[in-house]
């Protein structure tokens, strides 16, 4: 089986980029993001501080989280039987999984899950420490990222186009927030690992990403 583990900050692109990459390549997609923003949905809606530690750790029993693919390949988040997969993308929920993904219980708790899909799976598997900790003998690194204006445009188009009511100044200021906790985080802190290739999306348009990402995937796997 063959591993491909892209990492970056938030906003990098790198769902849609690996989920196209994936396809073409006939590998399985695996946003590993959308487990922690599935936690993160979970405890928001039960009013629980989202940094108490010692209160996210005791509601992962209650939490049952799986991936399902449909007929097309696309990723569906299931949380507790219920496909959560498009409440987990507003920025309330972004800040929310950046929150509880710095909590060591948590990562614990979603490390078997991952690591046994690429185990049995031809894989590209995106986040935050998918190179550094969670597969950090996969075939293929990268580290794909983007100017925090860049990152911030493309998700502020990404949440109009869901009818949401933000402002691009909002979702800036969201995604250096959330760059700053996820880089300097104790337990596995956003950075790229020693053999990761650096891709840089912020010239690139959407099809140029995907096929720089193939092209890479391609040449290291012959």
């Known amino acids: 089986m063959y591993s491909v583990a892209i990492d970056g900050p938030s906003g990098a692109g790198k769902s849609t980029i690996a989920r196209a990459a994936a396809k073409a390549l006939g590998f399985i997609y695996v946003d590993t993001g ?16 989202t940094k108490d530690e010692q209160a996210v750790s005791q509601q992962l029993i209650n939490i049952d989280i799986s991936l399902k693919y449909d007929n097309k390949g696309k990723q569906q988040v299931i949380l507790n039987n219920i496909d959560v997969s498009e409440y987990i993308r507003t920025p309330e929920i972004s800040m929310a ?4 993904s710095a909590i060591p219980k948590v990562r614990e708790f979603l490390l ?5 899909i690429a185990k049995n799976n031809n894989v590209i598997m995106d986040g935050r420490d998918i190179a550094t900790v969670i597969l950090p003998n996969a075939d293929v690194k990268i580290f794909l990222t983007a100017s925090a204006e860049k990152r911030a445009h493309r998700r502020y ?5 869901k009818g949401e009511n933000v402002t691009e100044q909002e979702v800036l200021e969201d995604v250096k927030k959330r760059d700053y906790q996820d880089s300097h985080r104790e337990i596995a802190p956003l950075m790229p690992s020693g053999t990761s290739i650096i891709v840089d999306t912020s010239e690139l348009t959407l099809d140029e990403s995907i096929n720089t990402i193939i092209k890479i995937v391609k040449e290291h796997l012959k």
Not at 112 to 116: A, G, I, K, M, Y
């Open 34 to 49: 959308a487990l922690y923003r599935a936690i993160g949905y979970y405890i928001v809606k039960q009013g629980i501080n």
């Open 157 to 161: 188009l990404e949440l109009l186009e």
């Open 112 to 116: 078997d899950l991952q690591r046994n």
């Open 97 to 100: 999984a950046s929150n509880v």
